[in-house]
Nanobody, 126 residues
């Protein structure tokens, strides 16, 4: 599945951004989706993930209460709403899909995700 992220940019601390992930293929609706980020000099880490049905989500502790994840299976999209952004949120954000259809396990590990987008830069200024 091809994934294309959009919505990144430069925002001041305390601001908000909404990232979108557009996917190709009807099967996207059966894939768990994760948003990951990688800051300079750091390893890529999970930000949030959502089950294929949308019934469950998980978040990194660092973003709980500030970020929400959603999906629209009819439109083949997933979104990450980010609020109260801080400079430490600065990173390249990636959308990823786990192509094991209707998987019950919602993983926070990047090796579990089979398809990746190119990423979108988010920069938060202080």
């Amino acid at each position: 599945v091809q994934l294309v992220e959009s919505g990144g940019g430069l925002v001041q601390a305390g601001g908000s951004l909404r990232l979108s992930c557009a996917a190709s293929g009807r099967a996207f609706s059966t894939y768990n989706v994760g948003w990951f980020r990688q800051a300079p000099g750091k390893e890529r880490e999970l930000v949030a993930a959502i089950r294929w049905s949308g019934a469950s989500t998980l978040f990194a502790d660092s973003v709980k209460g500030r970020f929400t994840i959603s999906r629209d299976n009819a439109a083949n999209t997933a979104s990450l709403q980010m609020s109260s952004l801080q400079p430490e949120d600065t990173a390249v954000y990636y959308c990823a899909a786990d192509r094991r259809a209707r998987r019950s396990l919602l993983s926070r590990f990047e090796f579990e995700y089979t398809d990746w987008g190119q990423g979108t830069q988010v920069t938060v200024s202080s």
